[in-house]
């Protein structure tokens, strides 16, 4: 967890942004569970409570810049924000399982957009998202072993 916030402290150092004790805060929230994805509601409650101060439009612009800094991904589950600190910063993909919520980097070749935009005439194609779901080795050896 330490090398999680000393990453993203040194991101924004190197960036020219602030590091608050509520950033602080806010990495250290996000790299208690590394491989999961967190509610950005929870995460924001969690932020107000211990800084009264803050206000959701503060917390939701930290977290737009975090993410635009390569810190953290976000993604949307419904009309749920959900957000994860980085752990790569090279392009990856990711495998959710479904049992546990677990979340797992994965490796893709490069993304062909030409293929994309040729089915998409006058389109400008700026970015993809790409997930896998199913039951991870851990959820599924449980699985086995209880039948």
Known sequence: MKDLVAQAHKILKDNGSRWTKQRQQMIEILAEHPDHYIDFTDVDQRLRKDNPGSSHGTVYRNLKE??????????????????????????????????????????????????????????????????????????????????
Do not use: W
């Open 66 to 147: 975090f993410e635009g800094l390569g810190i953290v991904e976000t993604r949307q589950d419904g009309d749920r924000m959900q957000v994860k600190i980085c752990c790569d910063s090279n392009h990856h993909h990711h495998f959710i399982c479904d049992v546990c919520g677990r979340v797992q980097e994965i490796k893709m070749p490069p993304i062909d957009y030409d293929f994309f935009a040729k089915q998409l005439p006058g389109a400008k194609i700026n970015s993809h998202s790409f997930e896998l779901h199913g039951i991870c080795a851990d959820c599924q050896s449980k699985i086995n072993n209880s039948k």
